[in-house]
């Protein structure tokens, strides 16, 4: 892995968390991520499954969790399953989890090669009377690839057709949407990666460059970071383009006189930052490029103002909704009489702000969570409005990370310049030097 050793405690107490919740008498089981297949006999890149490093800190493929709280059988509470490794193998593919490593990386005590784990949780199941298996249950994801929680839940459903079945990914949600310190120190990590990513892009954007030319300083800076890579596909989009709110083609020119949007973040140990920056691709905002921007951050700060406990997230993006129409109708984008007859199912607002405001972050960028629930201390959401108006060819999106505390908001992206004057004034320092 790349990056520094995380402490196992992290996961010690995710596990204890988790197990907390589970009924008496359950085992709970958890996989790794498949290695997805590109073409040919290679492989896309490997990405750990979420939950599964939540719980363990392992970052290998073929890997199992099992926890199993009240177990009868001394020392079986929990157990990790890892891919054989020796000598041998690692010729051919290099350094792989040994069990000291696993159980030094985890904090788990039994640690058992995959091949073994067919007869011992065999065992273990005929133990026990529930099994909670793990799913993709991210409402929003829909995919005809089945994943290897679903493939082995059925499987299991078949084998074992009388033990009671149960979904760990409620319970997921609830814990995974709070983060703990050391969780917060690492997505802090990958937030000051993002930022120094995009004082490295100031300081290269001119008219003239290519998207691509962009992507590729952000991805440099990343990987010389330790980072993995990019914590989801980054969105560089000049000109007219910026208004495609999921652009990734990253291909066009940058010309003098437009705007470049850009929406990326660094996944560290597989922590995401989510950030968006619009800047003038001359270093120089235009009369109305400067109004619409600041009219996006005025409704940003006044957005993370109300990321406070007890606030329910629909309610708050309502609020933000209100601002967003007083700064449109400040804009002359909206009229009184447009709101006067706007239909309250979709506001008027919503034609030039037509995504959400907040999500939460954390392992993945849209992150497990419950997200009916209110607010709570903890929490780190995205605060990211935007105003886009395909009718003058600009899009401005502005968006930083911010963790919920009883003390108020605390914006983890504070040290990356977002006032149009300090974005100029950066890009133009090699200029005036
Ligand atoms: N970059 C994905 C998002 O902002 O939601
Ligand atoms: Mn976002
Ligand atoms: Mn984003």
Redesign the pocket.
């Known amino acids: 892995m790349r990056y520094q050793p995380i402490h196992p405690e992290l996961f010690k107490l995710n596990r204890r968390r988790f197990t907390r919740k589970m009924l008496p008498d359950s085992i709970a089981i958890f996989h790794s991520n498949d290695l997805m297949p590109r073409n040919g006999d290679t492989f896309h890149p490997f990405r750990q499954n979420s939950d599964l490093f939540y719980l363990s800190g392992l970052d290998q493929e073929e890997t199992v969790v099992v926890l199993f709280p009240d177990c009868v059988k001394e020392g079986f509470q929990e157990i990790a399953f890892i891919k054989r490794t020796d000598q041998f193998i690692a010729i051919w593919e290099g350094e792989k989890l040994t069990k000291e490593k696993a159980t030094a990386i985890s904090g788990i005590q039994k640690v058992y090669w995959l091949d073994q784990m067919d007869n011992i949780l065999n065992e273990l199941i005929l133990l026990s009377k529930r099994i909670y298996v793990n799913p993709n249950e991210n409402d929003r994801f829909n995919s005809a690839v089945e994943d290897r929680n679903l493939r082995f839940a059925k499987a299991l459903q078949k084998r074992y057709p009388l033990h009671k079945y149960h979904r760990s990914q409620p319970i997921l949600k609830k814990l995974a949407m709070i983060k703990s310190p050391l969780e917060i120190g690492l997505m802090q990590r990958a937030i000051n990666i993002t930022g120094d990513a995009f004082k490295r892009v100031l300081e290269f954007v001119q008219p003239g460059v290519m998207e691509y030319e962009v992507e590729a300083e952000i991805t440099h800076q990343f990987i010389k970071s330790g980072a993995n890579g990019h914590a989801?596909e980054p969105?560089i989009a000049s000109g007219s383009s910026n208004c495609i709110l999921h652009y990734v083609k990253n291909n066009q020119k940058c010309k003098d006189g437009d705007l470049l949007l850009m929406?990326f973040?660094a996944e560290y140990a597989n922590y995401a930052a989510?950030l968006?920056r619009t800047i003038p691709v001359n270093g120089q905002f235009s009369t109305r490029q400067r109004k619409v921007y600041d009219a996006v951050l005025t409704v940003m700060k006044g957005a993370k103002e109300l990321l406070v406990p007890g606030t329910i997230l629909e309610d708050y993006h309502k609020e933000v909704g209100k601002m967003m129409e007083s700064a449109l109708l400040d804009l002359k984008l909206l009229t009184p009489s447009d709101i006067e007859k706007q239909d309250s199912s979709f506001p008027a607002y919503k034609k030039y702000f037509m995504h959400g405001t907040s999500?939460h972050l954390g392992l993945d960028?849209?992150d497990l969570a419950h997200r009916y629930d209110p607010i709570q201390a903890g929490m780190v959401f995205?605060c990211?409005p935007g105003i886009y108006i395909r009718e003058e060819g600009m899009g401005v999106r502005l968006?930083n990370d911010i963790l919920v505390t009883d003390t108020g908001p605390v914006d983890l992206m504070s040290n990356i310049p977002i006032e149009a004057e300090e974005i100029e004034e950066l890009m133009n320092a090699g200029v005036l030097s």
């Open positions: 989801y969105i929406d973040g989510d968006s999500h960028v849209h995205t990211e968006e």
